[in-house]
T-cell receptor, first 114, second 112 residues
Framework: DVKVTQSSRYLVKRTGEKVFLECVQD?????MFWYRQDPGLGLRLIYF???????EKGDIPEGYSVSREKKERFSLILESASTNQTSMYLC?????????????FGSGTRLTVV | GQQLNQSPQSMFIQEGEDVSMNCTSS?????WLWYKQDPGEGPVLLIA?????ELTSNGRLTAQFGITRKDSFLNISASIPSDVGIYFC????????????FGKGMKLTVNP
């Protein structure tokens, strides 16, 4: 089975810190995605990447950046964490068109910014 | 960004009851997917639908791809406590896209 691994399940960071969320997938998927999940708002796309060194803004990119130096790894960076970035962050990957096989999600990172 | 209209937003049911939920859109989709998210975990794919009118089952779950390509529904029969979680619909827009469009989710609570 494809596995998407997020490096941390829980993180607590201070306001103003630079935060790195790491995601690794082990099945050579081209596409990778970062979402945040908040109650009542569903899944909101932050950034996605369809190839190494390529990135596209999603619906809520402000305050975030991403890095994809290797095909298997997609990092989400909070340049200066703020309390309104407290959320559940989900990484996902897909092989080719997501309509063919859907996304495979990681288990999520619950980030609390204090 | 675009989101699917998923309803209901939440349900509280007794064990053994059936559950129905649906997703609608003003846009046409070429694929519909249903995911389940257990508490504290990431969503997991339950069912994928690829043709208008398609009816697909996975155990106690049944899903259909609407004839108009603008909607889909999911039924869960004879619910059990482990059905608790959030159910998401997702779709790939007609014409193809690298991204899926998601509904906001339906939170299911099952009372034993």
């Amino acid at each position: 089975d494809v596995k998407v691994t997020q490096s941390s399940r829980y993180l607590v960071k201070r306001t103003g810190e630079k935060v790195f969320l790491e995601c690794v997938q082990d099945m050579d998927h081209e596409n990778m995605f970062w979402y945040r999940q908040d109650p009542g708002l569903g899944l909101r796309l932050i950034y996605f990447s369809y190839d190494v060194k390529m990135k596209e803004k999603g619906d809520i990119p402000e305050g975030y950046s991403v890095s994809r130096e290797k095909k298997e790894r997609f990092s989400l960076i909070l340049e200066s964490a703020s309390t309104n970035q407290t959320s559940m962050y989900l990484c996902a990957s897909s092989l080719g068109s997501p309509g063919d096989y859907g996304y495979t999600f990681g288990s999520g990172t619950r980030l609390t910014v204090v | 960004g675009q989101q699917l209209n998923q309803s209901p937003q939440s349900m509280f049911i007794q064990e053994g009851e059936d559950v129905s939920m649906n997703c609608t859109s003003s846009s046409i989709f070429n694929t519909w997917l249903w995911y389940k998210q257990d508490p504290g975990e990431g969503p997991v794919l339950l069912i994928a639908l690829y043709k208008a009118g398609e009816l697909t089952s996975n155990g106690r779950l049944t899903a259909q791809f609407g004839i108009t390509r603008k909607d889909s529904f999911l039924n869960i029969s004879a619910s059990i406590p482990s059905d608790v979680g959030i159910y998401f619909c997702a779709g790939q827009l007609w014409g193809g896209s690298e991204k899926l469009v998601f509904g906001k989710g339906m939170k299911l609570t099952v009372n034993p």
